[in-house]
């Protein structure tokens, strides 16, 4: 397609541009330019694109194309996508049989900060007779709800409902990508074993709808007590919780392990009077290793979990290392 040169020309199409897209979630936007990223400038888009990035279309003008993914797209994704578009207009301006290149986008609008997500189409519409690009755009759909929607679905699928923690297969997928790194790089990696106590006693006293509540509270807790980014934490099933920490030898793990014990404990939440603790408690076991492949990552869990039953016997509320 040829850019319309004419004004009343250019016009008509964008009239006709507007009427198609009112009721679509379709993004337009131009460009005109000779070198693209060094000085192309926005100089018309439709409504739609104007709303979601919360500008007005006459401000586009102002707006240089590198300019705009420092303005709208976040973060490194802007830098990630100016670099791709670089090379992909970089390929247009030297193979003029190339007519357009496809990928997705996340943007941000700067009045309210709401994402929204592109499948955007970046089109050469003229060129100069040495081939040089002189005017280019593109078009693409809103996918934001798409998105929204798978995000939604994977969340749903790797989440425990009731504490919002990762559930017990994501957990072991996550463990598992850790494992590796800590057989690679040759370092510990700690298992902490978390169970609440007399949890049976608490849901017959107060009833399931509260047990729940306070496993949100106490998974909250957990959490809470972990700071590191690779730090996974997860519900193991039932009223047991899993923390693994990579590159944690036994007294890292157990310093988290009794922040772990003394959060829940601050809690203060009121045990069944059958219980031999007045407020809620945990019991925590600890394993730490540096892994090998002659090591199995259940048998590691397992030594947790069994330092935790010991910590049980123990007299509860309390932390007990794997030895």
Same mark, same amino acid.
């Given at each position: 397609?040829?850019?319309?040169?004419?004004? #009343?020309?250019?016009?008509?199409?964008?009239?006709?541009? #507007?009427?198609?897209?009112?009721?679509?979630?379709?993004?337009?936007?131009?460009?005109?330019?000779?070198? /693209?990223?060094?000085?192309?400038?926005?100089?018309?888009?439709?409504?739609?694109?104007?709303?979601?990035?919360?500008?007005?279309?006459?401000?586009?003008?102002?707006?240089?194309?590198? *300019?705009?993914?420092?303005?709208?797209?976040?973060?490194?994704?802007?830098?990630?996508?100016?670099?791709? !578009?670089?090379?992909?207009?970089?390929?247009?301006?030297? %193979?003029?049989?190339? @007519?357009?290149?496809?990928?997705?986008?996340?943007?941000?609008?700067?009045?309210?900060?709401?994402?929204?997500?592109?499948?955007?189409?970046?089109?050469?519409? %003229?060129?100069? &007779?040495?081939?040089?690009?002189?005017?280019?755009?593109?078009?693409?759909?809103?996918?934001? %709800? @798409?998105?929204?929607?798978?995000?939604?679905?994977?969340?749903?699928?790797?989440?425990? !409902?009731?504490?919002?923690?990762?559930?017990?297969?994501?957990?072991?997928?996550?463990?598992?990508?850790?494992?590796?790194?800590?057989?690679?790089?040759?370092?510990?990696?700690?298992?902490? /074993?978390?169970?609440? *106590?007399?949890?049976?006693?608490?849901?017959?006293?107060?009833?399931?709808?509260?047990?729940?509540?306070?496993?949100?509270?106490?998974?909250?807790?957990?959490? *809470?007590?972990?700071?590191?980014?690779?730090?996974?934490?997860?519900?193991?099933?039932?009223?047991?919780?899993?923390?693994? !920490? &990579?590159?944690?030898?036994?007294?890292?793990?157990? @310093?988290?392990?009794?922040?772990?014990?003394?959060?829940?404990?601050?809690?203060?939440?009121?045990?069944? &009077?059958?219980?031999?603790?007045?407020?809620?408690?945990?019991? !925590?076991?600890?394993?730490?290793?540096?892994?090998?492949?002659?090591?199995?990552?259940?048998?590691?869990?397992?030594?947790? %979990?069994?330092?935790?039953?010991?910590?049980?016997?123990?007299?509860? #509320?309390?932390?007990?290392?794997?030895?």
């Amino acid at each position: 397609m040829v850019f319309k040169e004419n004004a #009343n020309e250019f016009e008509s199409y964008i009239s006709e541009l #507007n009427e198609r897209t009112i009721v679509s979630r379709e993004i337009i936007v131009w460009f005109r330019n000779e070198e /693209m990223f060094d000085t192309s400038k926005y100089f018309w888009c439709n409504e739609y694109m104007a709303g979601k990035l919360g500008i007005q279309r006459n401000e586009l003008g102002l707006i240089k194309t590198k *300019d705009y993914y420092n303005t709208f797209v976040l973060d490194d994704e802007g830098n990630k996508m100016l670099e791709m !578009l670089k090379q992909a207009s970089s390929l247009i301006r030297r %193979d003029s049989t190339i @007519t357009k290149t496809q990928y997705i986008v996340k943007l941000q609008n700067q009045e309210t900060k709401e994402l929204f997500y592109i499948d955007f189409v970046l089109e050469v519409f %003229d060129r100069y &007779p040495d081939g040089r690009i002189k005017t280019w755009g593109g078009n693409g759909i809103d996918i934001s %709800d @798409t998105f929204k929607h798978r995000k939604k679905i994977e969340y749903l699928a790797s989440h425990d !409902l009731v504490t919002n923690m990762l559930n017990r297969r994501y957990l072991f997928d996550n463990i598992n990508k850790l494992w590796s790194h800590c057989i690679r790089n040759k370092t510990y990696i700690s298992f902490i /074993m978390i169970d609440v *106590d007399d949890f049976k006693l608490y849901n017959d006293y107060f009833g399931h709808v509260e047990g729940d509540l306070i496993l949100k509270s106490v998974g909250k807790a957990i959490f *809470d007590s972990t700071s590191r980014a690779l730090d996974v934490v997860g519900r193991y099933g039932g009223e047991e919780f899993l923390v693994a !920490l &990579p590159d944690t030898n036994m007294d890292g793990a157990y @310093t988290i392990a009794e922040k772990i014990r003394n959060n829940v404990s601050d809690l203060k939440i009121k045990q069944n &009077p059958q219980s031999t603790n007045e407020f809620l408690s945990v019991s !925590l076991g600890i394993s730490s290793l540096i892994p090998n492949e002659n090591l199995t990552l259940e048998k590691s869990i397992e030594c947790a %979990d069994m330092a935790m039953y010991k910590a049980k016997n123990n007299g509860k #509320n309390k932390t007990v290392m794997y030895e």
